[in-house]
Every structure is written in C-alpha cells, then in structure tokens.
C-alpha cells in the first residue's frame, strides 16, 4: 500500500527555522515526483513547488521561490520543506503528495502538517 | 502564468441532484493535465479525476470529468450528503500547478 506520512504538528516563534518531513513507502521513491501544497485556513490550494527525488530536480512556484527550501533525502524516501525565518503569515496547513510521473496529478496524499508562528 | 477560473463559487443542490461545475483556463491547456479534487472539512485532498475525465481508483461512476482547450467541466450525478466537500481543479503546464480557487458543494 502506498503511504504518505507527514510530521506532526508545529507551533513555532516568528524568526524561527523549521523543516517538516514526507515519509513514504510502498512504492519506489525515486520514481515520482513530491509536490506541497499550502492551505490557509478558510482558503484554497496553492501549490509551493515540487521535487524530483532521484536527482533533487526542484521547481518552485514564483509565489514560494526564495521563501522556502524543498530538498529530499533518496535513501530514507524522506522529502523535506523548510524555513530559514518564519513569519505570522507562514501559519497554514502543509500538504506533501505524490505527483505522477506521466500527467503530473496527485494522486496520493499525506494528512497535511499544520504550522503555527506566533509570538 | 495559467490562471483557472471555477464557478460557481458555492452551489446549493438537493440530495439526487446534478451537480456542474465549470473550470475556466487563461489560455488553452492539454488535457492531459487537468486534475480535479475533492477536499472535504478536515480532511486532505483526495483526486477524483486525472486527465480530464479519467476516474481515479475507487471514485465511483457518478463523478464525471470533460471539456478541453480552455474550459473544463465537473459532473457529479445523484447527489449524496457525503459529496459536501470544496471541490478543485488543477492544471500542469510549463513546469508549474495551478489550482482554482474552488467550488464549494453544499446539500440542502
């Protein structure tokens, strides 16, 4: 069974770093991509960027590129988002899925991770 | 940049029901990679339709997906209580996503 597993909750200080993780299994790591896509509350989906496992092959959305860090870690079939200085507007729900290879949907998707930043 | 456009914003329908739900592009896309979703309070997205109008594993026959070029539609048949849910589409194109901003379903 394919699974996505996201880490848990977060409630961080603005100015913090912070990097939240995308555990999967079931299926072969490097042959799909990971996308994440942010939910704040009472909003909709806004894709962040995805990466490319095999080779870390990045692309970032023009809103999200230079605010944070995707990066994947092959042999722990582990892919990560990260924060260098949060900030109050970083609060939202995080979601990692996996993208398919061909047509680029998203077919499998974690629980989502919430992140808090607040003084 | 792809802009897509869902209408309408909220729909209200009765339990038999036929839902439609309409996807607009900014430009013309490939259908190949046109994906709907269904997000229900609480929960994570879940694909309901891949390429347009292809059913995901395990989505029942009353979701239905169409359209081409520039606009794209969503057709859920026999409506039930559990299809209450804020419903997305989502395009790939020049190594970007776009999500609409949804369409939420509600039943009377």
């Known amino acids: 069974e394919v699974q996505v597993v996201q880490s848990g909750a977060e409630v961080k200080k603005p100015g913090e770093s912070l990097k939240i993780s995308c555990t999967t299994s079931g299926y072969t790591f490097t042959n799909y991509w990971i996308a994440w896509v942010r939910q704040v509350s009472g909003k909709g989906l806004e894709w962040m960027g995805i990466?490319?496992?095999?080779?870390?092959?990045?692309r970032y959305s023009p809103s999200f590129q230079g605010q944070v860090t995707i990066s994947a870690d092959k042999s722990i079939n582990t892919a990560y988002l990260q924060w260098s200085s949060l900030k109050a507007s970083d609060t939202a729900t995080y979601y990692c899925?996996?993208?398919?290879?061909?047509?680029?949907?998203?077919?499998?998707w974690g629980k989502g991770t919430t992140v808090t930043v607040s003084s | 940049e792809i802009v897509l456009t869902q209408s309408p914003g909220t729909l209200s329908l009765s339990p038999g029901e036929r839902a439609t739900l309409s996807c607009r592009a900014s430009q013309s896309i490939s259908s190949s990679y046109l994906a709907w979703y269904q997000r229900k309070s609480g929960q994570a997205p879940r694909l309901l339709i891949y390429?347009?109008?292809s059913r995901a594993t395990g989505i029942p026959d009353r979701f239905s997906g169409s359209g081409s070029g520039t606009d794209f539609t969503l057709t859920i048949t026999r409506l039930e209580p559990a299809d209450i849910a804020v419903y997305y589409c989502?395009?790939?194109?020049?190594?970007?996503?776009?999500f609409g901003q949804g369409t939420k379903l509600e039943i009377k």
């Open positions: 390429a347009a109008s």
């Open positions: 989502q395009q790939y194109g020049s190594s970007l996503y776009t």
């Open positions: 990466i490319w496992p095999y080779d870390s092959d990045t």
């Open positions: 899925a996996r993208a398919d290879f061909y047509y680029y949907y998203l077919d499998v």
